[in-house]
């Protein structure tokens, strides 16, 4: 088996650095409605913000129609700046981010929030010190599943894919570490349920952040 050193943890943001405040189920209706509208989605449909994101994303590159991506980045801003009124650090999760950092570790982050309401977020919750590459939005453009954000990232820290974990809440997490062949570590208590996170079998389940740490050791290969 090739031994590959840890250089790297990248992390998503709400659900995981952050309690989840987004209002999930008005979004997704409402983006549902708005691309259904545009004839981009089946009326009458739900579909996952991430997916929405991404349907619209696709109809601007193959067809050169932009308006599901203006119509669902306008709703989507807005619900970011209302979970922004409410987002609250996850217990331990500054010293957690400290402790990374003080053992030489690089740190990223990839979020589907959108760059206004994060930067705000990430220096209001005092999370900015400790995140060497973070991404929004509107930074890696696809969102998760897609895994270009974790790429990005993984470009910015000058790592390879297997120098690198990633940290998150969410099935998408889940999905987006794979779809970037990353080993995925899970907090419990975000955005998905846990029977849905165990049947999707992560490499790691932790109940907090700081059980992180017993994971790995300073110079620590994976």
Request: with cysteine; hydrophobic share 45%.
């Amino acid at each position: 088996m090739m031994t590959v050193q840890l250089k790297a943890l990248i992390f998503d943001f709400e659900g995981t650095l952050v309690d989840f405040q987004w209002r999930l189920a008005e979004a997704e209706a409402e983006g549902s409605a708005a691309l259904a509208n545009l004839g981009m989605f089946r009326e009458g449909s739900r579909g996952s913000y991430a997916d929405l994101m991404n349907i619209a994303l696709r109809y601007q590159e193959n067809f050169g129609r932009s308006e599901g991506v203006t119509a669902l980045s306008a709703i989507y801003d807005r619900f970011d700046a209302d979970a922004l009124t409410r987002w609250q650090v996850r217990e331990g999760v500054r010293e957690t981010l400290k402790e990374i950092k003080n053992r030489g570790f690089l740190t990223g982050l990839v979020s589907n929030v959108g760059a206004a309401s994060l930067s705000k977020a990430l220096e209001r919750l005092g999370l900015s010190p400790f995140l060497d590459a973070p991404i929004s939005r509107n930074d890696a453009r696809w969102l998760k599943p897609h895994p270009a954000g974790i790429q990005i990232v993984c470009r910015r820290l000058g790592c390879k894919a297997l120098e690198v974990w990633y940290v998150g809440d969410s099935l998408d997490d889940i999905r987006a570490a794979r779809n970037a062949g990353v080993p995925v570590a899970i907090v419990e208590g975000g955005q998905n349920r846990l029977s849905e996170i165990r049947e999707a079998r992560p490499n790691w389940i932790i109940t907090g952040l700081p059980d992180l740490l017993g994971l790995f050791a300073p110079g620590s290969s994976s």
